[in-house]
């Protein structure tokens, strides 16, 4: 009734969003016989920046962990004592952690070139089973879902046990590559909830692993690789930014 209205301009949101308003106004008689509102109803949040962090010493804004049949991922100071923050998780076999994405879903697109990668660092502590490997996976819920094996598809070989080995994964390869455990099932990248999935795999079964991860993020440009580690000199100090 608009000869009653107690509230002259409401917001309803169903997830975290930023948001800034000016210039709320009503403007009598102006308003088209036929109001266009295409740009209301967003279905998907489009992610553009040339680096995209999901996990840099700590969440970033909008994400949350979430896991399979594991313990809850915990934020702990990073084994090495440099004092940053790093992911944590125990992993046994079929067992998985993840980040994902709160509200909307993701429309990576912008990361779907021949330079766009998924980055981050990984530090395993503990790995055991014959042929042990992790799956990194992303997509939005089973089995709608891309992945590769960390260690056999990307890294080439198990890691050195308690270093930090840094990982960069050609978007468009981790897109190509199907679900492993259900072929024939793709993650969408402009429909993208599970923003990094880690799983323990092998065929034996008895797959396990503690690992530490670090930096994730989605970059236009993962043509440059930070080092390992930072490096330092008397009376310098070299460190990496992107």
Not at 52 to 66: D, I, K, P
Request: glycine share 8%; hydrophobic share 40%.
């Amino acid at each position: 009734d608009t000869n009653k209205v107690n509230s002259p301009f409401l917001l309803h949101s169903d997830g975290p969003m930023d948001l800034s308003i000016e210039e709320v106004r009503w403007e009598p008689k102006t308003a088209s016989a036929t109001p266009d509102c295409s740009g209301f109803g967003a279905t998907v949040d489009v992610i553009d920046e040339s680096v995209h962090h999901v996990f840099n010493n700590g969440l970033a804004t909008g994400y949350e962990f979430a896991n399979w049949q594991n313990t809850s991922s915990q934020i702990v100071p990073n084994p090495d004592g440099s004092g940053d923050n790093v992911w944590s998780a125990t992993l046994a076999q079929g067992t998985n952690i993840e980040i994902k994405k709160s509200g909307l879903p993701a429309n990576l697109s912008a990361y779907n070139t021949a330079t766009g990668r998924l980055a981050f660092d990984i530090r395993v502590a503990s790995l055991t089973g014959t042929g042990a490997d992790i799956l990194v996976k992303v997509g939005k819920g089973w089995p709608n879902l891309s992945d590769l094996f960390l260690f056999s598809d990307v890294l080439d070989s198990q890691p050195e046990l308690n270093t930090w080995i840094p990982v960069s994964i050609p978007a468009q390869t981790l897109l190509a590559s199907d679900n492993a455990l259900n072929p024939g099932a793709y993650a969408n990248i402009q429909d993208v909830v599970d923003m990094l999935v880690l799983e323990s795999y092998n065929a034996a079964g008895d797959s396990n692993a503690e690992i530490y991860v670090r930096n994730v993020r989605w970059m236009k440009d993962g043509s440059v690789t930070p080092p390992a580690e930072t490096l330092s000199y008397d009376g310098y100090n070299l460190m990496w930014t992107d």
